[in-house]
Structure formats: structure tokens, C-alpha cells
Nanobody, 116 residues
Framework: QVQLVESGGGLVQAGGSLRLSCVPS????????MGWYRQAPGKQREFVAQ???????NYSDSVKGRFTISRDNAKNTVYLQMNSLKPEDTAVYYC??????????WGQGTQVTVSS
């Protein structure tokens, strides 16, 4: 059984940076798409960024220019470099992986807190 494990969250001051990582554990599986979502308290989970093999990464408007998604396909790992963090970026960040057969996997989340 595949599990996605996020790491790299924490507490940072506004303007600071964090780098999130997402690594699969368990059975070997190849992901066509890997991405990041976030959920702030009292709000719905929202899209942040995603990377699909052979395509240009795409980002939500709220993070464009500040966040960068990257992948190590050999390791099935995805990263999210977050710069110029704002208090409104505070949320639990979730990793998502979608296989070529459209099976959907999610991580347990990692907390990112940005203080003003």
C-alpha cells in the first residue's frame, strides 16, 4: 500500500521560506501527476501547485511567483519551495499523487504557520 509522507513544515516569519517534500512509502508506484494542496482552518482544501509529466507546472494565482514545484521522477518525490511567505499561507499542506490509471493518493499533511 502506498503512502505519501510530507515533511518540511514549520513556523516561519512573514517573508521567510520553507521547502516541503513529499516522498512515497510502501509499494512502488509511478505518479503521472504530483501536486500540493492546502487547507486553512475553517476553509476548504484548495489547490496550490501541480506538476504533470511532460507539462508545464501550474500554480494557483495566490502563490504564483512565490512558490515553485519540482520533482525528482526517479524517486517519485515532489517538492514545494515556498518563498516570501505570508500569514495567509498558513495552512496544512497536503501532497497528492495521481497514477497514470487515475488512482489518487494523498498524504497526511504538514503544518505551515507564518507569523506576522
Amino acid at each position: 500500500q502506498v503512502q505519501l509522507v510530507e515533511s518540511g513544515g514549520g513556523l516561519v516569519q512573514a517573508g521567510g521560506s520553507l521547502r516541503l517534500s513529499c516522498v512515497p512509502s510502501g509499494s512502488t508506484v509511478s505518479f503521472n501527476t504530483m501536486g500540493w494542496y492546502r487547507q486553512a482552518p475553517g476553509k476548504q482544501r484548495e489547490f496550490v501547485a501541480q506538476s504533470t509529466r511532460g507539462s508545464t507546472p501550474n500554480y494557483s494565482d495566490s502563490v504564483k511567483g512565490r512558490f515553485t514545484i519540482s520533482r525528482d521522477n526517479a524517486k517519485n518525490t515532489v517538492y514545494l519551495q515556498m518563498n516570501s511567505l505570508k500569514p495567509e499561507d498558513t495552512a496544512v499542506y497536503y501532497c497528492r499523487g495521481v497514477t497514470p490509471g487515475y488512482f489518487d493518493y494523498w498524504g497526511q499533511g504538514t503544518q505551515v504557520t507564518v507569523s506576522s
